[in-house]
């Protein structure tokens, strides 16, 4: 940072001009120190921090705002897989230059996902990149002390339930890249632009964290595909599971393509960035978790059961048959 009465530097005006708005918990300090001050209140803190880099995680020509939005909500995701309320985060963004018709929009929606969700700047870093743009964000949640759930603490009987919709993320990069989705949906703007959206702008259930907390064994967020998501939460569990492949939750027209044989259902599964949440629920707790995330706003889908041992999860038809996979989830190695 500049010393006081100094001439800022490029990286000083830059702060200020875009992120210094958004700094509006008072332990930011305005972003005028190096570090920030999180009080905890007796309450424990949820730490998780993901990057998005252009070219694996959003294309380069996406609307900054909406990359913006993804950057910070890919973690909000997180927190609220673990029942935690956001608290701050921590912003690092390395840009190849610093461009105002760029950084205007990011900024704006940066600050709004942030205001809406609680979930203040905090401090961070900004350096310049001769490769690709990469925004890493650590977000910082509370939680009663010793609540977190995590992904282990699953127990056989207990029910395997996702939140929303599976595979939507998938199709709306298929369609981006004018793929199969984008020439089967060519007459139906709507149902691209809904998919389109699904992979840019995820809907984190933060509504629903509170829930997750009082009813779920374990959890986790769905980032890297449903059925490798599953098979981690079962091997941290050291159990297994059974699903009902014909009763994940599918949006209309990723159902629709499905029927046409556009995608198959392994893709729907394995494929990344549904940004749902996966969570373990025993029996006795399902009614009351229902209610509560009706009472939240978010759908709720009961899709198997948690089994003993510990075999791979399997994803059965309607016929009672095991659904080949190819691949369990993406992979970036």
């Given at each position: 940072m500049a010393a006081p009465g100094a001439d800022p530097s490029g990286e000083d005006a830059l702060i200020a001009r875009y992120f210094k708005p958004l700094a509006t918990d008072p332990g930011a300090f305005g972003l005028v120190d190096d570090a920030a001050i999180l009080s905890a209140s007796g309450e424990d803190i949820v730490v998780k921090t993901d990057a998005i880099v252009e070219g694996v995680h959003f294309l380069p020509d996406d609307p900054p705002d909406t990359i913006a939005r993804k950057a910070l909500r890919v973690n909000l995701s997180d927190l609220a897989a673990k029942g935690a309320t956001p608290a701050g985060f921590m912003l690092t963004l390395a840009l190849r230059k610093a461009d105002d018709a760029w950084l205007a929009p990011f900024a704006r929606g940066l600050g709004e996902d942030a205001a809406h969700y609680g979930c203040p700047l905090l401090g961070g870093d900004t350096v310049s990149t001769p490769g690709p743009l990469m925004i890493s964000i650590a977000a910082?949640?509370?939680?009663?002390?010793?609540?977190?759930?995590?992904?282990?603490?699953?127990?056989?009987?207990?029910?395997?339930?996702?939140?929303?919709?599976?595979?939507?993320?998938?199709l709306g990069l298929d369609i981006l890249k004018g793929g199969k989705a984008a020439a089967a949906l060519a007459d139906n703007a709507a149902a691209r632009d809904m998919l389109v959206a699904r992979y840019r702008v995820p809907q984190p259930r933060n509504a629903l964290a509170r829930a997750i907390r009082d009813h779920?064994?374990?959890?986790?967020?769905?980032?890297?595909?449903?059925?490798?998501?599953?098979?981690?939460?079962?091997?941290?569990?050291?159990?297994?599971?059974?699903?009902?492949?014909?009763?994940?939750?599918?949006?209309?027209p990723a159902a629709a393509l499905l029927a046409r044989g556009i995608v198959d259902i392994g893709t729907l599964v394995s494929a990344g960035d549904d940004y749902e949440i996966l969570?373990?629920?025993?029996?006795?707790?399902?009614?009351?978790?229902?209610r509560d995330a009706g009472a939240?706003?978010?759908?709720?889908?009961?899709?198997?059961t948690i089994m003993a041992g510990r075999s791979a999860p399997r994803f059965l038809d309607a016929q009672g048959r095991e659904v080949p996979l190819q691949r369990l989830s993406y992979s970036h190695f």
């Open positions: 910082f949640g509370r939680i009663p002390s010793g609540k977190m759930v995590h992904r282990f603490g699953a127990q056989p009987g207990d029910r395997v339930v996702v939140t929303g919709t599976i595979g939507d993320a998938t779920a064994s374990a959890s986790m967020d769905v980032s890297d595909g449903l059925a490798g998501d599953l098979a981690k939460l079962c091997a941290a569990s050291g159990t297994s599971a059974v699903i009902d492949a014909p009763g994940i939750p599918l949006s209309a969570c373990a629920i025993p029996e006795k707790r399902f009614e009351g978790f229902a939240a706003g978010v759908t709720v889908t009961s899709i198997g």
